[in-house]
T-cell receptor, first 113, second 115 residues
Framework: DAGVIQSPRHEVTEMGQEVTLRCKPI?????LFWYRQTMMRGLELLIY????????DSGMPEDRFSAKMPNASFSTLKIQPSEPRDSAVYFC???????????FGPGTRLLVL | AQSVTQPDIHITVSEGASLELRCNYS??????LFWYVQSPGQGLQLLLK??????LVQGIKGFEAEFKRSQSSFNLRKPSVHWSDAAEYFC?????????????FGTGTRLQVTL
């Protein structure tokens, strides 16, 4: 039973480059959440989707960040252009839209130089 | 607005000793409460959750938590800690709506276990 799958697990890039993080939710789950974790700010919700529709993107820090969910089994979080302060661990989580319990992926550790 | 406070940033216990991690929440309605654990370099794993019924809930790995409405608390306990329990623990609260929605996480408590 595969859990939430995220790729890549690690990403090192240079400032100004575009970064794309990918997430495959648990099969059958129709809600998807993107979080960012840093030492300074802890775990922050960036955006979440229900049935592929963005419900709340108030946590997206800037226009440089965008997220899409083209279908029920795939989502991307894009940062363009990336900056050193975007360095963090980005988690994807999924759940059934009828439940509150979220299941987390292993995270993508992003380092922007 | 909902909020979660984990007053202990870092706790050290000896292996075999009992453990209690504190969590206080602020929420205007009936909350849905969670404890997650994060091992180094890993994602968050659900330990247990509470939304109604018996106020003492059992979770995985021998953990339990007790919901106390009068104290707005949801403390996590384990009678005997194992070295493998060393990790970071997060308490979270969400609305009891029956639908997926935003969870608010505490800042976490890092548990160190000495042998």
């Amino acid at each position: 039973d595969a859990g939430v799958i995220q790729s890549p697990r690690h990403e090192v890039t240079e400032m100004g480059q575009e970064v794309t993080l990918r997430c495959k939710p648990i099969s059958g789950h129709n809600s998807l959440f993107w979080y960012r974790q840093t030492m300074m700010r802890g775990l922050e919700l960036l955006i979440y989707f229900n049935n592929n529709v963005p419900i709340d993107d108030s946590g997206m820090p800037e226009d440089r960040f965008s997220a899409k969910m083209p279908n029920a089994s795939f989502s991307t979080l894009k940062i363009q252009p990336s900056e050193p302060r975007d360095s963090a661990v980005y988690f994807c989580a999924s759940s059934l839209s009828s439940e509150e319990t979220q299941y987390f992926g292993p995270g993508t550790r992003l380092l922007v130089l | 607005a909902q909020s979660v406070t984990q007053p202990d940033i870092h706790i050290t216990v000896s292996e075999g000793a009992s453990l209690e991690l504190r969590c206080n929440y602020s929420y205007g309605a009936t909350p849905y409460l969670f404890w997650y654990v994060q091992s180094p370099g890993q994602g968050l794993q659900l330990l247990l959750k509470y939304f109604s019924g018996d106020t003492l809930v059992q979770g995985i790995k021998g953990f339990e938590a007790e919901f106390k409405r009068s104290q707005s608390s949801f403390n996590l306990r384990k009678p005997s800690v194992h070295w493998s329990d060393a990790a970071e623990y997060f308490c979270a609260v969400g609305p009891l709506t029956g639908t997926a929605s935003k969870l608010t996480f505490g800042t976490g408590t890092r548990l160190q276990v000495t042998l």
